[in-house]
């Protein structure tokens, strides 16, 4: 087959199509959550990626902290960005890390006090974003969405 034959045929997949504006769609909606997320939270001074790992650190479980691994796997960011973003959270004194209490030579990154009560603070403001970015979706079309996202990910993950 040609190279102009292979083009030639992608243009009349339907499922390439779909695909194709699936996939543009969902880039698209992350820069508009992006955006409008941090506009949210701009009073607080914060960015969507800053609120994400305020997010993942108020997890139950992870009051004490949390390894640098550990959330970089969570939150699927390379340790360059989480690294940099910490050091914003540390500078505004929202973040800290303390020694591993069960390895002395690893570190633990956890919430401040005063990051507590920055994710105090979040957390209606959460909610609201999260009742206007969702409106007119049901449980269960966020369940199925849920599903779905997961399904892309791990094939994501497998390129």
Request: charged share 20%; net charge neutral; glycine share 6%.
């Amino acid at each position: 087959m040609t190279q102009k034959q292979a083009l030639d045929r992608v243009r009349e997949d339907e499922f390439f199509h779909l695909s194709n504006r699936l996939l543009f769609k969902m880039f698209k909606t992350t820069n508009i959550m992006h955006t409008v997320g941090t506009a949210w939270t701009q009073s607080l001074n914060l960015t969507t990626q800053q609120w994400s790992v305020i997010g993942a650190l108020s997890r139950p479980g992870f009051e004490n902290g949390t390894g640098i691994g550990a959330l970089t796997e969570f939150l699927q960011v390379s340790r360059q960005n989480l690294a940099g973003l910490l050091e914003r959270l540390e500078n505004q004194g929202i973040t800290r890390r303390v020694a591993n209490p069960n390895d002395g030579r690893a570190r633990l990154v956890q919430l401040t006090p005063e990051g507590w009560k920055i994710w105090d603070t979040l957390v209606p403001m959460m909610s609201q974003f999260y009742e206007r970015a969702l409106d007119g979706f049901s449980a269960e079309d966020i369940t199925k969405f849920l599903v779905y996202i997961d399904r892309l990910q791990e094939n994501l993950q497998k390129t």
